[in-house]
């Protein structure tokens, strides 16, 4: 029998719903594991753990403290979702000054006591406070990959990290992508509701829709523009090695659609740096 801790740092609570949205597969886990700490349970501290898990990004100087207190007492610490593997939404706080993000929130006001917690001057990832020894991306993970992992680690194997890039899965046609042409395949690009019709088989790229899927890792079967008629946004993170997934977007761009045409396209660091900002190092330096 495993033991199990997790918790929460800066994030949502999602990935401890997904957690939760095993329904009854949780009983194949909950039957090798003992949950000795969770937000779930009513623990208020735990000695050790086999298996650590963290969902959320490294935010404030009590996450520092949760994140190095997991890691000291767990034999195996997890980086569960996307916010804590890759920083996640909270890391576009790094694009702007903290004094400025909290004037903005709370204008002359901004509170202060003993009792909350000091927010870091930059979002971090977990594994830049600690060392990881396995993410499981998404925003939120797919249920099955927590117990896959769970049960992997159980079972004394390791857990599979998915690699390649989204593209990889997607059901789309992709006719002139990753063909050499004189050609750009589009002039410029169009945000979904600019289009009056989008084709439900052509790669979205080539109808000149913005889609991170060339940089963003596989694992969700791709469903956002497999199933839902929507281009990916890369909630999963980057596939492994990029940092600066904005800028490897941008190459990817550069490739299908004149460069100049890139300079008309809205939030283009919002768009490509949406989930990992905390882990690179591009856009706080040119903008802040
Ligand atoms: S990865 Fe997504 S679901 Fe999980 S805590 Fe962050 S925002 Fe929420
Ligand atoms: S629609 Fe997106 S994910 Fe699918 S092949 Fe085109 S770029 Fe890749
Ligand atoms: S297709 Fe992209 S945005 Fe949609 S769930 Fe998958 S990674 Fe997230």
Request: charged share 25%; proline share 6%; net charge negative.
């Amino acid at each position: 029998m495993k033991t199990v801790a997790t918790g929460i740092l800066e994030g949502c609570f999602g990935c401890h719903m997904s957690l939760l949205d095993l329904h009854e597969e949780i009983l194949d886990v909950l039957g090798a594991v003992e949950i000795v700490y969770s937000p779930i349970i009513d623990t208020k501290d735990f000695d050790h753990a086999d298996i650590g898990i963290l969902d959320g990004a490294v935010a404030t100087e009590d996450n520092e403290e949760t994140a190095k207190k997991f890691r000291e007492k767990c034999d195996c610490l997890i980086a569960l979702g996307t916010c804590s593997s890759y920083g996640g939404i909270p890391g576009m706080r790094n694009l702007f000054d903290l004094q400025d993000v909290l004037t903005s929130v709370y204008g002359d006001k901004i509170p202060s006591s003993d009792e909350i917690p000091k927010h870091l001057p930059e979002v971090k990832s977990l594994d830049q406070v600690v060392k990881v020894d396995y993410k499981i991306p998404g925003c939120p993970p797919l249920p099955a990959d927590i117990k896959n992992a769970l049960l992997a680690l159980i079972n004394g194997e390791e857990p599979v990290e998915q690699s390649r890039g989204k593209c990889a899965q997607c059901s789309r046609v992709k006719k002139e992508l990753y063909i050499q042409q004189r050609d750009f395949v589009t002039d410029g690009v169009k945000a979904v509701m600019e289009l009056d019709t989008i084709d439900p088989e052509k790669c979205f790229l080539e109808q000149g829709i913005v889609c991170m899927g060339p940089v963003t890792r596989e694992g969700c079967h791709s469903k956002c523009p497999s199933k839902a008629n929507m281009p990916c946004r890369g909630c999963w993170g980057p596939t492994p090695g990029i940092t600066e997934v904005g800028a490897k977007m941008v190459n990817s761009l550069a490739s299908i659609l004149p460069a100049g045409a890139m300079m008309f396209m809205d939030d283009i660091v919002g768009t490509g740096y949406r989930y990992s900002m905390a882990i690179s190092e591009v856009p706080g330096r040119i903008w802040r």
